[in-house]
């Protein structure tokens, strides 16, 4: 090897990667999966890599990021990092479950084989289906590789303003996706359908994202988006057609279009809401006669990328909390020692909290200390639960403003879905003790479930559909032109004070 080259093995995939000494570790391992939340500028602290053999010198980044006892344990921001030796690094934010969709569809009768993509600001989810049988041939999974450019959508709305291509970097992402799902059977391929959030439709389909950086973030291309495999230099016949479904809106995307067929509230008689939570809490509630949906913006808590000591729902998160006889009992991925917590753990710690009296419904740590322990060495600090209170306030105003405008409350719900791998996994026990959707007291928990990844089983069902689906008069929302937003907001930031919520 030259001396001009060192060489980076990451662990646990046991994967290694030539990177020129000197160089940043940014770039390199942004193409292997590791995820850089806030684009490498090292403020958020999520892209921790543990040096298992070498060496990385402590910088003042790291320091802010990681407590005494993980900078000893080889802890390191990947983003601050330079390939000076050869290096051995645990990175476990690969092990991550994908959201897919097992549910059983019906055939459509037309021949040959659909495609269906959902592409998330994290993941990539696409399926494979017959369309005579609706039957799934093949699943395939990915990380979203513009995470190199941040986790969140505005941060990728940034950099794309500042001249970097997001669009050439996940076209050919999907491509690669695309191809392994069709190999062998290419010819078969007669359609492909992607649904995504509004961002992530603009920059696969090389639309300006300008018009979504600034209010009243009003864009002129939502609409379907076509595209030829040759426009793509994806490898299927010319005939396929390739599209991508309109949003609904500045923030809601065709995801949420997606989401509004899976769960059937285009054809319900009464009123189902769904809720999909990320960094861009996006609402849909109504029934056949017609739907109002929003977007909000909740910050990255949910996914816990806002927190001292988040991570993603890898291995060493933890992800479940419970109040056991006064004692805190946590579960974390992998079994093994805890050193992050994820988003569901979040909710979970913080509503355990609230129960015992360690947080109050204000927010504050009851004991002045401003750490709430969780499982060693991992605390909340009170900022946490600070980038808490914004987020769940940012989703329970915009669900409760959508219900006054159409003249109901929850009462008159049939039922909640909360959508995607957050809403997958989250206890609705906790997410009601925190008032992340306030049922009151009295209303049923089975009235709120998980509906598991609708955006791709709603694409699948665009697949399989005959004909276009018919679908209620869809309003889109400007929460912050709402003047009654703001109130709404600031009431909604404290925590329940029951505790039977």
Not at 27 to 37: A, D, K, R, V
Not at 115 to 125: E, H, N, P, R, S
Not at 215 to 238: C, I, K, M, N, Y
Request: charged content about 15%; hydrophobic content about 45%; aromatic content about 4%.
């Amino acid at each position: 090897m030259s001396a001009e080259v060192v060489r980076i093995r990451l662990e646990p995939l046991s994967v290694e990667v030539d990177v020129p000494r000197g160089a940043p570790l940014i770039s390199s391992l942004s193409n292997h999966g590791i995820e850089f939340p806030c684009g490498g500028t090292g403020l958020c602290g999520g892209c921790g890599v543990r040096v298992l053999a070498g060496s990385l010198p402590v910088t003042e980044a790291d320091r802010a990021a990681f407590p005494a006892q993980q900078l000893e344990g080889g802890w390191r921001l990947a983003c601050q990092a330079h390939a000076q030796m050869p290096l051995v690094l645990e990175c476990g934010q690969w092990q991550m479950d994908v959201l897919t969709d097992n549910a059983r569809l019906a055939g459509s009768g037309k021949h040959g084989l659909g495609i269906a993509i959902d592409l998330g600001t994290t993941t990539i989810a696409a399926q494979i289906v017959d369309l005579a049988f609706g039957t799934v041939l093949g699943v395939e999974t990915e990380l979203n590789p513009q995470a190199s450019f941040g986790s969140d959508v505005m941060n990728r709305i940034r950099a794309s303003l500042n001249g970097d291509d997001l669009t050439t970097v996940v076209r050919a992402a999907l491509g690669r996706i695309v191809a392994r799902l069709a190999r062998g059977r290419e010819k078969e391929i007669v359609e492909v359908l992607l649904v995504g959030n509004t961002v992530m439709h603009h920059l696969f389909s090389g639309r300006e994202v300008e018009p979504l950086s600034h209010a009243p973030f009003v864009s002129p291309h939502l609409g379907v988006q076509t595209f030829r495999p040759e426009d793509l230099g994806w490898s299927l016949p010319g005939a396929c057609s390739i599209r991508f479904a309109h949003c609904l809106g500045g923030f809601v995307g065709s995801d949420i279009l997606a989401g509004i067929i899976a769960t059937g509230i285009a054809h319900s008689d009464g009123l189902v809401a769904l809720v999909d939570l990320g960094t861009n809490g996006e609402i849909a509630i109504g029934n056949r006669h017609g739907v109002v949906c929003a977007s909000t913006a909740a910050g990255p808590a949910f996914e816990a990328g806002s927190v001292r000591m988040g991570m993603r729902a890898a291995t060493g998160a933890i992800s479940y909390v419970s109040l056991a006889s006064g004692e805190m009992k946590a579960t974390v991925i992998g079994d093994v020692e805890p050193r992050g917590i994820c988003g569901s753990g979040l909710v979970d710690a913080v509503a355990a909290g609230l129960n015992s009296g360690a947080i109050l419904a204000s927010g504050r740590i009851a004991n002045g200390t401003k750490i709430f322990p969780v499982a060693d060495p991992v605390v909340l600090y009170q900022a946490d639960i600070r980038e808490l209170q914004l987020a769940k306030a940012a989703i329970a105003s915009g669900f409760k403003l959508l219900l006054n405008r159409l003249g109901a409350n929850v009462h008159d719900l049939k039922s909640i879905h909360l959508a995607g791998a957050f809403g997958n996994y989250v206890q609705i026990e906790s997410a009601t003790r925190i008032g992340l959707i306030d049922i009151g007291p009295g209303a049923p928990h089975e009235l709120i479930h998980a509906a598991g990844n609708t955006a791709l089983r709603g694409a699948k069902m665009m697949l399989l559909a005959a004909q276009e689906p018919a679908l209620p008069t869809i309003e889109h929302i400007s929460l912050a032109a709402d003047p009654g937003f703001q109130d709404e907001f600031a009431n909604c930031m404290t925590f329940p004070d029951r505790q039977d919520s």
